[in-house]
């Protein structure tokens, strides 16, 4: 099914190409505006139109995405807590244990399955296209992107700090301030695929964090991410002296306590990427880090 954006054009737009209505008003990529290009998907009162021609007022501009389908993927039946969905997003309160990706090994298993599974029961076939990329032991909220337009959108409010992203997290010891910032760079770790070190050599990093609560030797803390390196919560915690509990690669194991790292995704802000609405969701800390809050 495509997905189609109708615009009439205004007195202030008469005169323009509609390549630059395309950038002006829906901040188009080039990439998408050539695909557009290609599959036909440009029409200017009903017409197919080079996007060199210039439009009048009153004129009915009609954009179709290109139908895009996803073959690479296996649908497996599996429950979601859909937070939110409309034409264009879903948000997801993803459970700790639950791989966002399909990867070597686990090609059944994980959010993505789960996603589309989900969509061919309506019919649809998405591309799968993960926005707020999270670890597969962190639980919380996920954005899908189900078109290119509305991912390019997201790209862009990740660029210029739009995407406001909370975590919260339980941690080893007693944080001497109350709030910090931690602007140290991450790079990957030499002979390791996966896992990730501070390095003068690496990509900016910045973590914002406020604590929350104090129990015995474990802190609670608020943490914002202004960048999004991979690992970059549990890296820069465990930089700092304070390892996530549970964290095996950057702490240690401590299944006692928790069977994965203490860190949740409870809060997302961000624009619309077609109706340019704010939009503000939030997911309750979930049982085990409860838990384990009330128990130590």
């Known amino acids: 099914m495509n997905r189609f954006f109708e615009l009439t054009i205004t007195e202030d737009m008469a005169g323009k190409t509609i390549k630059e209505i395309l950038y002006d ?3 188009m990529s080039a990439r998408l505006i050539n695909r557009l290009k290609l599959s036909n998907g440009i029409l200017l009162n009903g017409k197919s139109q080079f996007v060199t021609a210039i439009v009048h007022q009153g004129d009915i501009l009609k954009i179709s995405l290109p139908l895009e389908t996803s073959l690479n993927i296996v649908a497996t039946a599996m429950p979601l807590e859909i937070v ?7 948000v997801i309160d993803k459970p700790p244990n639950l791989p966002v990706h399909p990867s070597q090994g686990n090609y059944s298993n994980t959010l993505a399955n789960g ?3 989900y969509w061919q029961q309506k019919g649809f076939n998405h591309i799968y296209r993960p926005v707020n990329r999270l670890d597969k032991d962190t639980s919380g909220l996920i954005i899908i992107a189900k078109n290119q337009y509305a991912h390019q959108q997201f790209a862009n409010q990740i660029t210029n700090k739009q995407l406001k992203r ?3 997290a339980i941690v080893h010891g007693n944080v001497a301030q109350e709030k910090g ?3 140290l760079p991450i790079a990957r770790k030499e002979g390791s695929t996966i896992e990730r070190m501070v390095s003068e050599d690496g990509q900016q990093a910045v973590t914002h964090y406020k604590v929350l609560k104090r129990v015995d030797n474990f802190t609670v803390i608020e943490l914002v991410l202004q960048t999004g390196r991979t690992h970059q919560i549990r890296v820069h915690m465990s930089y700092i002296g304070h390892p996530l509990v549970g964290d095996w ?3 240690k194991e401590e299944q006692e306590l928790i069977s994965r790292q203490a860190l949740h995704s409870y809060s997302l802000e961000f624009i619309h990427p077609v109706s340019r609405q704010v939009m503000n969701f939030k997911s309750d800390i979930p049982g085990d880090m409860r838990k384990l809050i009330e128990n130590v």
């Open 166 to 168: 909370k975590y919260i």
């Open 25 to 27: 008003y829906y901040d």
């Open 84 to 90: 939110y969905e409309d034409h264009d997003i879903m």
């Open 249 to 251: 690669l950057y702490g």
């Open 181 to 183: 910032t931690i602007d």
């Open 115 to 117: 996603v589309m599974y």
